[in-house]
């Protein structure tokens, strides 16, 4: 691995000075005008010195940036024509005319009202914003290091829950839900736009490439998406090449992680004295060691670091933006790593006298991984901690300690003894070529290919516990992804007097495919080859070994259109239609109709309004949209025949073919409905500003896997469309400034959301059938937990309900009967996963060079349901294996475990997600124009009365709030980073 | 400047042009979408022998091999000392006939019944596909496929009774539940009507699959069971049935009972029909040593596998094995030896399966005597190399004892006693010949026990002499109603034209 990165490291490092020589020498003619040395200082209004303002000559790249002091120096041509900008103000442009120093105030840009919204197919400004959009820049971003670019907003978003369920692996992204669960079995996260690459993948940006992110919430802003809207759309803007100024820019962090264990099992001591005390007939599972296992599979202080290294520059007519960036990420467990090196490129050219713009974006991501077993955790937490890891009487273990037991191995054994590599290859390409007509009208054509390539092995030595006896195990997986995009789309922009019309229209063609194919083989001479002989096991000579591969592809194509529409920024509109068909449906329905419509009134515009001074703006908004989901797998309408078995037929074994589902050529999106009401303000000298959204969305034909009669149907499950799920709820969003003075300001947001969820419906006619049961609890529990009920919430946990535990240490529970259960039909709901109510509060305090942020989140309501204790608290569980420490703490619970309310915890928590301290140096120094260190905690503490492991777990799918056995644990982890501009 | 432009004009045009704009068909790859297929004869066997492939599963765990032979006195699964085979007393209310229209969603009932009626669907689409089609010996596959879908609904008549009934896949309404009189009147139908059509000899080449020795020995089952079912003595219809299979000539008592069960029992003269399993082939596993073995047994059978101990022979059942039966040793009991003979010893203590088990909710870890009727290969391991053997579900012996169990009934015993081939039944068992008055109602119930132990006869038979609802060992004393199975709940919450069998 290391040799790896060495090498790639300096193959990027060539290809990018490559790329810094070709693109710096267009500055080469402006220069040889340079004469004038300009200088000064930029403040605003309140004459307060403003830092990072870009300072630079019109239609050259010569520019530079104020210090903190607000200062700025520069050389320019004698009759060159200076802009001073700057996120926040606005914009002013100077000519030099041979002065040498130019002091500028900027004023606060009277709108934060004018920023850019990005919304489908276009852009709009947030006082003419129909729909419900969030939008996050990047200064507003949570600050530290992240592996997914997620990160950079969590908490931010009102509606948008953004978890990582699972913890510190590097390897595992965050798990987005906005406005709750709307489906059954498709996809329940939100559809990704990165540049405008419609279903891009997170992993392929890095977060410092972030520029925005645009929240697409309701169904009338998301309907011009069809059939991926139906879980919301968030539009990811990366950085792109800005003319004018040639910036290269380094960040770098190095981060480490301590692992607070959330759930604790008995130490050896604790274990010996347990069973003395409490078991003394399991004293033959005391084996005499202390091993810590938690310890044995785990890195001590696994250090992560990131370089990021990205130049930036150019002329009106050409620019371009490059980034580099590599990562290592060391996991928490041992041999789990991820490393990465991700390039990316955007050049931007103007040609015809600036008529045909072209903006051509590269991104290459190579990954080189090892992934984790997630059950090496549970194993570790229930292995005997009196067992050595290690015992050298048996040769047939290679040394590791074996105890016979059904699912119990010892975790050094089975890390020790697997080697797991993967590594993945994205390349992204995409070019947009914008032609402008007229002046009103432009023709913008986009293509786009995502291909991603993926290979996987592992390779078990004849010691691995769970294939002892065999002589090693050898798998190769590998396939390859691809998504290619066409859009043509028409743009015209007229205003006519206080008439403003945009309108949009387009045709959209998109065509994915994955390819896989696998290869197992056993029983090795040799543990040398690993992987990279499968041939030489005997497995295949026998006969007895797998492989197989698989292919399927399926396309979208849509024809789209908007027109939004403004009385003089007063009163304002848009209605959008998408017509849209994909291949994975039906015959019967190849092709939906996704219509929206969204109005607003800007009351502050009306005179009654403009007199109150203490309102500088008031919008109401109301949007209704259909939206669509179509994330299920292709095929499943068709009926296909596979080969269903082996058949003796005179005298030799030939495979027989028959369907292998049931077609459904009725088969098509869910659809979901949703209606939004909402009131942007901005008060007190725009001091708060805010926004609250109302939102009612119903999602109908929910996809399943219903239940059909055999006869007449072939398999007794049909994937149909039935039923109907509701989503209500309120959102509020405010952005503060609570404190502003000369060297010191304090900002805040806070959010804060709330969800109710109803199964409205889940039979028909046909499928009559109004309750399921889910969320099975597998082994020696063997329940299922939860039930999918008309009119109730998904997440609903049943069971008995307990009262407490008895003097001879047998569980109460309500309405038990003599055997001491209780029958299931008196189970009762006893929680919901669902939360009340979401939180999250940001603040950002700047004081003279200091910069503080730190961002709270919590959640109040939610149950979880807590595995670790309902499978290991309890003495008959203790033995050869390990039990939760609970238990000793209330010993006197002697029976078996069973099912009830009594593992149903509240999981209601307040989190420090993030404290980042920021020191931004003043310099004055040739080469480096800002300087910054930075120190970052991230995942800090938690409040909850929640025993488990963390009270955040997966709250999407169809059984959510369970605290899964198998699982990554959360760390806190602490960066330390600094980010240069040269 | 103006090679870009060219480039874009170039790639707009070509994408433009390289898609069709509005084709949203699918392209299939590692299937076969249904319009290509049917392009020879062999595809047509491929297509219709699923019908076959569908018997499979039966021996399964959790199948309806599983489900008629727990509820019976000859197998038990009690829960294991350690918790293990509780599995939420799926078993229990099999043994103790507890299942019932509350515990309908009881999984191995539930996989039992979607067994059977994958079988008949599939049998109904493969008709419905193959009919409008013209190749080589049409009739005769055809004639086939319906006696096999009489077979699965043989099944299904004899555990639920009353049953939904189709035998058309075009329609699409649920169908509506037929009593037994009506399923028992379409069973044989269709044998009649279509036993001239299928093989008369059982060649090589017709191995595995229905023929008039198949379709003769269905037809004497169901006459048979005829009183028990429609309440009709056809017992000399039975017998004429039978008379039919011995008439081909076709089949002899194998000299060696375990010729019928060995790895390789494709050379059986005995068995009529047999369900063909390969080693890796096959998709669907015949995997007894894992169900019935316990993990001792590995240096008996060189398993390569670890097996999980679950299905043991009911204790009492034991008892009705004399010392000299020879049939005995379908079971393992006492002390196990391994593969060179030599007595198993495990830290310190002899391996002896015992034919005892002292608790119902605790079972040791050796107790419960275990299955080995059908030969173990070596190197058995699940889903990697699985028991080769055929599985047989009808054999010659069984025809003669059927055919000896309705002269019985007719009090005509005498006329078939000393039949030479019936007679080797009992003399390769090691155990004298039945002279006329050997055979009573409860000799007769206990030999076609020894005889056909495990083989999935013991519940009709217990139901057929009457005693299915009496006590034994742990299982109490049931009710008239549970001759029958519930139908499984999702069959009732899928079908409003079902009604529950009563409790």
């Known amino acids: 691995m290391k040799s790896y990165s060495r090498q790639h490291s300096i193959l990027f490092l060539y290809l990018f000075l490559a790329v810094v020589l070709i693109f710096s020498n267009t500055e080469s003619e402006a220069q040889l005008l340079d004469d004038v040395t300009v200088s000064g200082k930029v403040t605003d209004d309140a004459n307060n010195s403003i830092p990072g303002v870009s300072v630079y000559v019109k239609d050259t790249q010569i520019g530079t940036i104020t210090g903190v002091d607000g200062r700025y120096s520069l050389n320019v041509p004698s009759e060159a024509v200076l802009v001073f900008s700057s996120i926040g103000f606005e914009t002013v442009e100077v000519s030099a005319n041979n002065r040498s120093v130019i002091d500028i105030q900027l004023r606060v840009s009277t709108q934060a009202l004018d920023e850019i919204v990005v919304i489908g197919y276009g852009t709009t400004t947030k006082k003419e914003i129909t729909g419900a959009v969030t939008t996050v820049k990047s200064e507003n971003f949570n600050r530290g290091g992240f592996n997914d670019p997620m990160g950079l907003i969590q908490g931010k978003v009102a509606g948008l829950t953004i978890t990582k369920p699972n913890g510190a692996d590097p390897l595992s992204g965050y798990q987005i839900l906005l406005r709750g669960v709307s489906t059954l079995t498709s996809g329940q996260g939100p559809l990704i736009i990165i540049d405008g690459v419609i279903g891009a993948d997170l992993k392929n940006i890095n977060f410092q490439d972030v520029e925005s992110f645009d929240v697409l919430k309701d169904g009338s802003a998301a309907a011009i998406y069809g059939t991926r809207g139906t879980n919301g759309v968030i539009i990811i803007t990366t950085k792109s090449a800005k003319k004018g100024q040639q910036v290269l820019e380094y960040s770098g962090q190095v981060s480490t992680q301590v692992a607070p264990r959330g759930v604790r099992n008995l130490s050896a001591s604790e274990f010996k004295h347990a069973i003395e005390t409490y078991q003394p007939s399991k004293t033959g599972s005391l084996f005499g060691s202390e091993t810590d296992w938690f310890d044995e599979i785990t890195n001590d202080l696994p250090i992560s670091y990131q370089h990021n290294i990205s130049l930036s520059g150019g002329s009106d007519s050409f620019s371009h933006r490059t980034s580099l960036t590599h990562s290592t990420d060391q996991g928490l467990l041992r041999d789990n790593l991820s490393e990465r090196i991700l390039l990316k490129t955007n050049i931007k050219q103007r040609v015809f006298d600036d008529r045909l713009m072209l903006d051509f974006n590269f991104t290459n991501n190579l990954r080189k991984y090892s992934p984790a077993n997630y059950d090496l955790f549970s194993q570790a937490f229930i292995q005997n901690p009196t067992q050595p890891v290690y015992d050298d009487s048996d040769p047939a273990t290679g040394g590791y300690s074996f105890q016979q037991g059904l699912g119990y191995y010892n975790p050094v054994a089975m890390l020790n003894e697997r080697t797991r590599e993967g590594q993945t290859n994205d390349i992204v390409l995409n070019l947009r070529a914008t032609l402008d007509i007229t002046d009103n009208l432009s023709w913008s054509n986009f293509i786009s290919t995502q291909k991603s390539e993926w290979e996987e092995n592992s390779y078990k030595t004849k010691y691995y516990p769970t294939i002892l006896g065999i002589n090693g195990e050898a798998e190769i997986s590998n396939g390859r992804n691809s998504n290619m995009l066409y859009e043509s789309m028409f743009n015209y922009q007229k205003a006519v007097n206080d008439h403003d019309f945009q309108v949009v229209a387009g045709y959209t063609f998109q065509e994915f495919e994955m390819n896989s194919s696998y290869v197992g083989n056993y029983n090795f001479d040799t543990d040398v080859f690993r992987h990279n002989n499968i041939s030489a096991g005997s497995f295949f000579r026998e006969g007895k070994s797998e492989m197989g591969s698989y292919k399927e592809s399926s396309r979208l194509i849509a024809l789209f259109g908007r027109v939004m529409y403004n009385y003089d920024e007063k009163y304002l509109a848009s209605i959008s239609l998408r017509r849209e068909g994909s291949s994975k449906f039906g015959d019967n329905n190849k092709w939906g109709m996704f219509p929206a419509v969204s109005l607003g009134w800007r009351l502050s515009e009306e005179s009654l309004f403009k007199d109150i001074s203490w309102i500088n703006d008031l919008k109401l908004r109301v949007g209704y949209g259909v939206t669509g989901n179509q994330d299920f797998s292709p095929y499943r309408s068709l009926i296909l025949l596979e080969r269903v078995g082996s058949l003796f037929y005179n005298q030799e074994w030939i495979n027989s073919y028959g369907p292998g589902q049931n077609p459904n050529p009725d088969l098509k999106w869910e659809k979901k409905q949703e209606l939004n009401l909402g009131i942007d303000f901005s008060v007190l000298d725009r001091r708060l500003s805010g926004s609250l959204e109302y939102y009612l969305r119903k999602t109908s034909d929910l996809l399943w896997e219903f239940q059909v009669p055999v006869p007449p149907y072939l398999y007794p499950y049909l994937f149909t469309n039935v039923g109907t799920i509701s989503n209500r709820g309120v959102e509020l969003t405010l952005n503060a400034l609570l404190m502003k003075s000369e060297n010191f300001s304090w900002s805040s947001t806070f959010t804060a959301s709330h969800n109710k969820n109803f199964l409205d419906k889940i039979s028909n006619d046909e499928f009559t059938q109004s309750t399921y049961e889910t969320a099975f609890l597998g082994g020696t529990i063997g329940v299922w937990s939860q039930r999918i009920k008309e009119g109730e919430e998904l997440g609903t946990f049943y069971g008995p309900v307990w009262l407490g535990v008895d003097e001879h240490g047998n569980d109460i529970f309500k309405n038990q009967n003599p055997v001491g259960d209780v029958d299931k039909s008196n189970w009762e709901k006893i929680g919901s996963a669902n939360p009340i109510a979401v939180l999250g509060w940001s603040n950002v305090l700047t004081y003279k060079n200091w910069n503080l942020n730190f961002a709270f989140r919590g959640g109040i309501g939610g149950k979880v349901m807590n595995s670790n204790r309902l499978y290991y608290e309890s003495w008959t569980a203790i033995g050869l294996r390990n039990i939760v420490h609970t238990q000793l703490e209330n010993p006197e619970f002697i029976r078996n475990v069973t099912y009830s309310s009594k593992y149903i915890e509240d999981a209601s928590f307040l989190k420090l997600d993030n404290v980042t301290l920021q020191y931004n140096f003043d310099l004055n120094a040739k080469y480096v124009s800002k300087l910054s260190l930075v120190g970052s905690a991230q995942n800090v503490f938690w409040i909850s009365g929640y025993k488990g492991i963390d009270p955040e777990v997966n709250l999407g799918g169809l059984e959510p709030g369970i605290d899964r056995l198998s699982y990554y644990p959360r760390t806190t982890s602490i960066t330390l980073g600094v980010n240069a501009t040269f | ?503």
């Not at chain 2, 539940?177 to 009147?185: E, S």
């Not at chain 2, 109602?441 to 083989?455: M, N, Q």
């Open chain 2, 1 to 503: 400047m103006k090679k870009y432009t060219l480039t874009i004009t170039t790639f707009v045009l070509l994408s433009l042009l390289s898609v069709s704009c509005f084709d949203l068909s699918e392209t299939v790859y590692s299937e076969i979408p249904v319009d290509n297929f049917f392009n020879s004869e062999k595809d047509i066997i491929a297509y219709a022998g699923r019908a076959y492939v569908k018997l499979q599963p039966y021996p399964e765990e959790q199948r309806l091999w599983s489900l008629g032979q727990n509820a019976s006195d000859e197998m038990v699964i009690p829960q294991k000392h350690n918790g293990e085979w509780y599995d939420q007393g799926r078993w229990e209310e099999i043994q103790k006939h507890t299942l019932n229209s509350t515990t309908a969603g009881n999984k191995i009932l539930t996989k039992s019944w979607d067994m059977v009626f994958e079988g008949i669907t599939a049998c109904n689409e493969i008709l419905f596909v193959i009919e409008p089609i013209e190749f080589e010996n049409k009739e005769r596959v055809l004639a086939e496929i319906k006696i096999l879908r009489a077979f699965y609904y043989y099944w299904a008549m004899d555990y639920w009774g009353n049953i939904p009934f189709s035998t058309d896949f075009s329609e699409k309404e649920p169908p509506q539940q037929k009593d037994r009189q009506f399923v028992f009147d379409f069973i044989v139908q269709e044998i009649l009507d279509n036993v001239d059509e299928v093989q008369e000899a059982p060649t090589p080449e017709y191995y595995g699959r229905v023929t008039k020795g198949m379709a003769y020995t269905l037809l004497a089952k169901m006459y048979l069971n005829a009183q028990e079912w429609i309440g009709e003595n056809k017992y000399a219809e039975a017998v004429l049935a039978c008379d039919q299979v011995i008439a081909l000539g076709a089949y002899e008592i194998e000299a060696n009972f375990s010729a019928n069960f060995e790895v390789h029992n494709e050379g059986s003269r005995e068995n009529i029909f047999v369900i063909p399993f390969h080693a890796q082939l096959t998709d669907e596993h015949f995997y007894w040593q894992n169900l019935t073995l316990n993990s001792a047994s590995t240096s008996t059978f060189n398993l390569a596998g670890v097996p999980w101990d679950g299905f043991v022979l009911q204790p009492d059942f034991f008892a009705i094995y004399s010392d000299d039966d020879i049939r005995k040793n379908s079971f393992l009991f006492g002390q196990q030896n391994d593969i060179s003979g030599n007595p198993i010893v495990i830290e310190g203590e002899p391996f002896i399966y015992t034919p005892t088990i002292q608790n119902y909710n605790s079972r040791g870890e050796w107790e419960g005597a275990r299955c080995a009727k059908y030969e173990y290969q070596e190197e058995l391991s699940y889903d990697v190399v699985d028991m080769e053997n055929d599985f047989v579900l009808f054999r010659y012996a069984d025809v003669l004892y059927t055919k000896l169990e309705a002269l019985h009934r007719l009090g005509r015993t005498s006329e078939f006693i000393g039949d030479a081939d019936l007679q080797k039944i009992r003399t390769r068992a090691g155990l004298p010949v039945y002279t006329t008055g050997d055979i009573t109602d409860a000799e007769l119930l206990d030999e076609l026990g020894r005889e056909f132990a495990w083989e999935g006869h013991r519940r009709q038979d217990q139901i057929r002499f009457g005693v299915w609802g009496n006590p034994w060992w742990e299982k109490p004393a049931s009710g008239p109603n549970k001759k029958l199975f519930p139908i499984p709940q999702s069959a009732i919450n899928t079908n409003p034209n079902l009604t529950q069998n009563p409790d």
